[in-house]
């Protein structure tokens, strides 16, 4: 059971987290679960999801998953980087609002590098997505963002 709040897990905030809850985590995989609400920053006037969003939604639960790993070994959660996307097949233009979706993620490749690729799936009723998600997380991540300053001018 996981007992971390997704704010914990996330490198996320507000409303830009979308999924509702880690159902289970191991080394390998995690499933996690949402309801398409109505309101939020992405939905069409119908209150459904784009399908499209649905990479974020695996994206998400790729990013639990690290959190989780990261918790477990008495870790910072680090920022990690969507590289791209292979495969995204999905049998529909939209997820209807109300409509509870599940996310499974499988590691299929980590390096040392933080080089990693995952097979996802995302179900609901009538609704499949799946995709294979290339992401990377740096190594202390913070200084691999962070840039340097403008130099100062010998005339300043």
């Given at each position: 059971?996981?007992?971390?709040?997704?704010?914990?897990?996330?490198?996320?905030?507000?409303?830009?987290?979308?999924?509702?809850?880690?159902?289970s985590c191991d080394d390998e995989q995690i499933h996690?679960?949402?309801?398409?609400?109505?309101?939020?920053?992405?939905?069409?006037?119908?209150?459904?999801?784009?399908?499209?969003?649905?990479?974020?939604?695996?994206?998400?639960?790729?990013?639990?998953?690290?959190?989780?790993?990261?918790?477990?070994?008495?870790?910072?959660?680090?920022?990690?980087?969507?590289?791209?996307?292979?495969?995204?097949?999905?049998?529909?233009?939209?997820?209807?609002?109300?409509?509870?979706?599940?996310?499974?993620?499988?590691?299929?490749?980590?390096?040392?590098?933080?080089?990693?690729?995952?097979?996802?799936?995302?179900?609901?009723?009538?609704?499949?997505?799946?995709?294979?998600?290339?992401?990377?997380?740096?190594?202390?991540?913070?200084?691999?963002?962070?840039?340097?300053?403008?130099?100062?001018?010998?005339?300043?």
């Amino acid at each position: 059971m996981i007992t971390w709040s997704l704010a914990e897990l996330l490198p996320h905030a507000g409303d830009m987290i979308l999924i509702d809850e880690v159902d289970s985590c191991d080394d390998e995989q995690i499933h996690t679960r949402l309801t398409v609400r109505s309101g939020g920053l992405f939905n069409r006037p119908d209150g459904s999801l784009p399908a499209w969003l649905g990479i974020e939604l695996m994206a998400q639960s790729v990013a639990a998953y690290a959190g989780c790993r990261a918790h477990r070994l008495g870790q910072d959660v680090e920022l990690g980087f969507l590289l791209g996307t292979r495969k995204f097949e999905c049998n529909v233009e939209h997820f209807p609002a109300d409509t509870v979706l599940q996310v499974h993620a499988l590691r299929s490749l980590e390096d040392d590098n933080g080089m990693g690729v995952f097979e996802c799936h995302l179900r609901g009723p009538g609704i499949h997505a799946s995709a294979r998600l290339n992401v990377y997380r740096p190594p202390q991540a913070a200084s691999y963002l962070a840039e340097a300053g403008p130099e100062e001018s010998p005339h300043d």
